[in-house]
């Protein structure tokens, strides 16, 4: 719009310097006319002849100045057009060419280096735009590689793991079929340690399933409603008596005796307990283990969950990683683990659309939110699926 602007008043100003130009030129003349008409001595055959030859040079000096106008009118908008197409060029072009060469980087693998483009501010942010998405794909790239590994790791952590139980079994087998086990107490006693083993793989069997599920979306989910208080209190009475031996005390606190069903699947939820239960035994790294669990109703009809633990309780940098896939404190391994009991642990809170957080308290303390029906109802989630 300025230099159209520009162009029409450059035309404007040709215009008005041609016409006074005409003007004088025209005034002169007719003045010339004027005192020869006024010396009388001219007749008026030659007094028409002169009116004739005035407007006929009026009429010439009129279209020469016409020609000139436009002839300068166009010179004008050509120089300035020759102007606005350099800089419209060097505006449109350059940003054209380095998103170009950002793509040929991106094709090439190179998402490391950035397009560093100053200029007009539209392309400035299309330049940006396009280095935040560079720098997302790079950020999903590198994310891959590292759950790839991860899921490498896991997968021959737990082919490692299987091998002790394995073998244990194995051994006691062929101890019975050897007649090692010459007693029927010795063979009861190495059948039972066998059959203990077969329960070891089948949980880690089980781990592989459930992250295969997970993974594909196909993990079904049934919801009932269920008084969680209750819910948990069964769960922590069937594991008193295992925990014992291992000097591991759970301590259930309800803070109301009556407490609101909420929808929930039980099969899932006891699969959070165990995953809750197995990251304490392994990380909490205290004995004897206290596990504090409290259950208390939220005025929105929601239930709370709190398990905490007496453990060292987790470093505040990696609070917010825990619950990541395939994510473990202990980086060197020397605790067995997959690294996937507490991603599970919030997945399965996702598909409650409740939610879990993590915090330091003597301890790691983690808290479960489940929603009221009322809650799961307005959100339109349904129960199947991901």
């Known amino acids: 719009m300025v230099f159209l602007l520009a162009s029409l008043l450059a035309l404007l100003a040709v215009v008005l310097v041609v016409l006074v130009l005409f003007e004088d030129s025209l005034e002169q003349t007719w003045h010339g006319l004027e005192q020869e008409m006024l010396s009388g001595g001219e007749e008026a055959g030659m007094l028409e002849e002169g009116v004739h030859t005035f407007l006929q040079q009026s009429f010439t000096t009129l279209v020469a100045a016409l020609l000139l106008a436009g002839a300068g009118a166009v010179t004008v908008i050509l120089i300035l057009a020759g102007v606005f197409t350099r800089r419209m060029n060097r505006m449109v072009m350059e940003p054209l060419e380095e998103l170009g060469k950002g793509a040929l980087r991106i094709q090439s693998g190179n998402l490391k280096e950035e397009i560093t483009y100053q200029g007009e501010e539209e392309f400035e942010n299309l330049c940006r735009t396009f280095n935040s998405m560079q720098a997302k794909i790079l950020e999903n790239q590198e994310q891959k590689i590292r759950d790839e590994r991860a899921r490498t790791d896991m997968v021959t952590g737990i082919s490692h793991d299987l091998r002790t139980p394995l073998t244990s ?89 009556e407490m609101p069903e909420v929808p929930l699947d039980v099969e899932q939820v006891r699969r959070i307990l165990e995953n809750l239960l197995e990251n304490s035994l392994k990380y909490a790294g205290v004995r004897p283990l206290y596990l504090d669990t409290r259950i208390r109703s939220r005025g929105d009809g929601s239930a709370e969950l709190v398990w905490k633990d007496n453990g060292q309780g987790v470093p505040e940098e990696k ?68």
């Open 169 to 257: 079994i194995q051994g006691y087998i062929k101890g019975v079929l050897d007649g090692v086990a010459d007693t029927p107490e010795k063979q009861k006693s190495y059948l039972e340690t066998a059959y203990e083993s077969t329960e070891e793989m089948n949980v880690l069997l089980q781990k592989l399933f459930d992250f295969s599920r997970m993974e594909s979306g196909q993990m079904p989910f049934h919801m009932v409603n269920v008084n969680l208080g209750e819910f948990v209190d069964s769960w922590a009475s069937g594991k008193e008596a295992v925990l014992e031996k291992e000097d591991v005390h759970i301590r259930l606190e309800r803070e109301q005796e």
């Open 319 to 386: 609070l917010e990683q825990i619950f990541e896939r395939f994510y473990r404190c202990d980086e060197s391994r020397n605790q067995k683990g997959s690294g996937v009991g507490l991603y599970v642990v919030r997945y399965i809170m996702e598909r409650h659309q409740g939610e879990i957080r993590a915090e330091n308290e003597q301890g790691l303390k983690l808290t479960l939110l489940f929603p009221s029906k009322g809650g799961r109802e307005s959100g339109n989630h349904t129960d199947s699926g991901r």
